[in-house]
């Protein structure tokens, strides 16, 4: 099965598994403050929340690059398997914890275990997909982490007719067994275990060779073109997940009950559609044109400007949820090109370790403009520093399409 054509897709459909327990299981603490708090009263406080959120979004940050040059040197698959089942005991624990230290530190490693996952799960697909379907492969996975995010909203429900207790207890039991599956059938791609297998064993060598990827990386000015590109809608992108609920209520007037399930019932329906349809187009305009995937991200680039005005300025339903649609497609076709890009310019050997320094770029690009806005919402400014962020997703647009040229569709190693 392993060498079969269909066995690239069941590497996607189990993938698609781990991302959405990945963003499940981070997801779930948001949702369940007001259950915890009964029993673990510091939760009461937004300042001790607030650093069980960062504490997680941090160490996630920090751990990208380190995940992905951890993921170009090992097994993917053991890496993978033991990321999930580290974090989804970590979710298990969750249920038992008693303190607030006791949350913190387990959130804490948690931002470690998942951090390993995403690089190791880009590189494996990419790897197993070439030109014709790798955009769409992506895309797919993409979905898993949209869907993952989206169950774990219903955190609260599912603590209401039971406990938080019992529903940190059975997420974490289904992510351990779910591990267990992954045993049995996911499988590396087998040039990838040869290539790790040949690296030097000396601790010299292995130094070389981490600082000659890193040099390699850096002294590419395409990969620094593309955390750039990869940067700038990071920052919107974040902004969405964190305050677009606010800026539903407060351009539309409504209370917050009503436009948190709107807007994110809005972007998840939108970037479903944005990444299927970025994934197709990318893949079949990369077989007539070297540019293809560069011009197919710029489309969602593109999208994602007179989106953020319409969030920003909108004052009127359709222009507000029709700005939540545009930017969820738009966003949703840049998503699902991001490692496909990648692949042009920077060979299988290190491409988790690109993305995990694109990875970094983008969290710390979330943090510092989740903390921003949230200063503008206080000064009263939250829909006009919104439309602002266009002006710099338009500056990656232009610099992606000047200096991006790739002269294949997909780097080797040789």
């Known amino acids: 099965m392993k060498n079969s054509k269909i066995y690239p897709w069941i590497v996607v459909a189990l993938l698609w598994g781990v991302a959405l327990l990945n963003y499940m299981d981070r997801q779930m603490l948001s949702t369940m403050k007001d259950a915890m708090q009964v029993d673990i009263v510091e939760l009461q406080s937004a300042t001790n929340f607030g650093r069980l959120m960062a504490v997680f979004l941090w160490i996630y940050g920090l751990m990208s690059p380190i995940s992905g040059m951890i993921a170009d040197r090992l097994n993917r698959k053991w890496l993978i398997v033991g990321s999930l089942f580290v974090w989804s005991f970590v979710t298990y624990l969750m249920g038992i914890a008693e303190t607030f230290n006791q949350v913190f530190w387990l959130r804490a490693l948690m931002g470690v275990s998942e951090a390993l996952y995403i690089p190791a799960g880009l590189s494996l697909i990419a790897d197993y997909h070439t030109e014709k379907s790798r955009s769409l492969a992506v895309g797919i996975h993409m979905t898993g982490l949209y869907t993952g995010q989206a169950i774990g909203g219903f955190g609260a429900t599912v603590a209401a007719a039971f406990s938080w207790h019992t529903t940190f207890h059975w ?9 267990l599956v992954l045993v049995l059938f996911l499988k590396d791609k087998k040039e990838h275990v040869k290539t790790e297998r040949l690296k030097p064993s000396s601790k010299n060598g292995e130094k070389a060779g981490l600082f000659k990827g890193l040099s390699l990386l850096f002294s590419n000015i395409a990969f620094w073109v593309i955390l750039l590109y990869f940067a700038a809608p990071s920052l919107p992108g974040w902004a969405t997940k964190n305050w677009l ?6 351009n539309l007037s409504i209370d917050m009950s009503e436009a948190g399930p709107l807007s ?3 972007i998840a ?24 995937r560069i011009y197919t991200g710029s489309i969602g680039l593109a999208l994602t400007i007179p989106a953020l005005l319409l969030l920003g300025f909108g004052d009127s339903f359709a222009m507000i949820v029709g700005g939540g649609l545009c930017f969820g497609i738009g966003f949703g076709i840049f998503d699902a090109n991001n490692m496909p890009i990648l692949c042009q310019f920077v060979s299988p050997r290190y491409r988790a370790t690109a993305y995990g320094i694109m990875n970094i770029t983008g969290v710390f690009a979330g943090a510092i403009i989740t903390k921003l806005l949230g200063e503008s919402t206080d000064a009263g400014n939250l829909g006009h520093d919104f439309a602002m962020m266009a002006s710099l997703v338009f500056v990656a647009l232009v610099v992606e399409v000047i200096f991006l040229r790739p002269r294949t569709v997909n780097m080797t190693d040789k």
Not at 171 to 179: H, P, V
Not at 245 to 250: A, C, G, I, V
């Open 264 to 266: 994110t019932f809005t």
């Open 269 to 292: 329906i939108s970037s479903f559609i944005g990444v299927i349809a970025g994934g197709i187009l990318s893949d079949k305009w990369i077989q007539r044109n070297v540019r293809g």
């Open 245 to 250: 609920p606010t800026l539903f209520s407060e």
């Open 171 to 179: 997420f974490g039991i289904i992510g351990i067994a779910y591990a």
